[in-house]
T-cell receptor, first 113, second 116 residues
């Protein structure tokens, strides 16, 4: 199994509070991604990183920010959590080559009340 | 426009029968890769099979095969001899070349239920 760990696995937070989710990898993969999964929407890309301090927005980036100060860590921050950000969040990693699959973390279930 | 379209929200199949899960894609890149993932009720994402745009033969991995029709831009997953453990969500995904920055894009998924 690919070495990718998400923390926390579950979190309940109040509307308006900041929340940070952590993704840690031991595979030294260049690319790291944050997706959210919602029923009927599949997985939608929030942000991604293609190297240390190199990040870019995905399809649903509003209300989220990311940072990657080390190859192995990719942080997702909800600046001021809203109920619409209640979701399951997945971190994924991959090599650059197109014929390589993405490896996923176990997911974080976030509930904003 | 969606890059990956999975038109079947839910599918049912009898145990031991074959089932095809549909996936169509949209890209203007010549070089791209197509993937299928399985997500059982436990939530983890499991890679199943890969097809490259230049691969002339359809990919196969055990009971999984990918019916790749490039002109139609379809990449259907065929599961032969279904088992109860195949009940899960299935996601089709694509990685494009330079224009797509190699970012995996996913469809909305198909829920497969295998009946005994």
């Amino acid at each position: 199994d690919a070495g990718i760990t998400q923390s926390p696995r579950h979190k309940v937070t109040e509307t308006g509070t900041p929340v940070t989710l952590r993704c840690h990898q031991t595979e030294n993969h260049r690319y790291m991604y944050w997706y959210r999964q919602d029923p009927g929407h599949g997985l939608r890309l929030i942000h991604y990183s293609y190297g240390v301090k190199d990040t870019d927005k995905g399809e649903v980036s509003d209300g989220y920010s990311v940072s990657r100060s080390k190859t192995e860590d990719f942080l997702l921050t909800l600046e001021s959590a809203t109920s619409s950000q209640t979701s399951v969040y997945f971190c994924a990693i991959s090599e650059t080559e197109m014929n390589t699959e993405a490896f996923f973390g176990q997911g974080t279930r976030l509930t904003v009340v | 426009a969606q890059k990956i379209t999975q038109t079947q929200p839910g599918m049912f199949v009898q145990e031991k029968e074959a089932v095809t899960l549909d996936c169509t894609y949209d890209t203007s890149d010549q070089s791209y890769g197509l993937f299928w993932y399985k997500q059982p009720s436990s939530g983890e994402m499991i890679f199943l099979i890969y097809q490259g745009s230049y691969d002339e033969q359809n990919a196969t991995e055990g009971r999984y095969s990918l019916n790749f029709q490039k002109a139609r831009k379809s990449a259907n997953l065929v599961i032969s001899a279904s088992q109860l453990g195949d009940s899960a969500m299935y996601f089709c995904a694509m990685r494009e070349g330079e224009r797509g920055s190699y970012i995996p894009t996913f469809g909305r998924g198909t829920s497969l239920i295998v009946h005994p």
